[in-house]
């Protein structure tokens, strides 16, 4: 079992930055990728980042990229998500997911592990 607890979020106005945290423990030898994702109320799990377990390659979402970055903490086994230049647009609960197997990592489908999320609102 792997265990995933988000921390981070807040309210800011449009052009702040934050970075959220996730703390990975349990059995994490298995662990292929860590992700980010974003879900607004009656919308679909959103792809944001994701960072290979071993190894810290990392891929951004185009919709993101340059505003947002993904890294790891290896000693902590924790997985961040820088935000800056932050819009409206962004608002939504943040999760962070582990995954197993070579399957897409841009899939939340492919996930088998979540946090519970962290709200992230930015005003305009």
């Known amino acids: 079992q792997v265990h995933l607890a988000e921390s981070g979020g807040g309210r800011v106005q449009a052009g702040a930055s934050l970075r959220l945290s996730c703390v990975v423990a349990?059995?994490?030898?298995?662990?292929?990728?860590v992700g980010w994702f974003r879900q607004i109320p009656g919308n679909e799990r959103e792809f944001v980042a994701r960072?290979?377990?071993?190894?810290?390659?990392?891929y951004v979402d185009d919709s993101v990229k340059g505003r947002f970055a993904i890294s790891r903490d290896n000693d902590a086994d924790t997985i961040f998500l820088q935000m800056n230049d932050l819009r409206p647009e962004d608002t939504a609960v943040y999760y962070c997911g582990a995954k197993r197997g070579i399957s897409s990592s841009i899939n939340p489908e492919y996930y088998a592990f979540w946090g519970q999320g962290t709200l992230v609102t930015v005003s305009s």
């Open positions: 960072i290979t377990w071993n190894g810290g390659h990392t």
């Open positions: 349990g059995s994490t030898g298995d662990i292929t990728s």
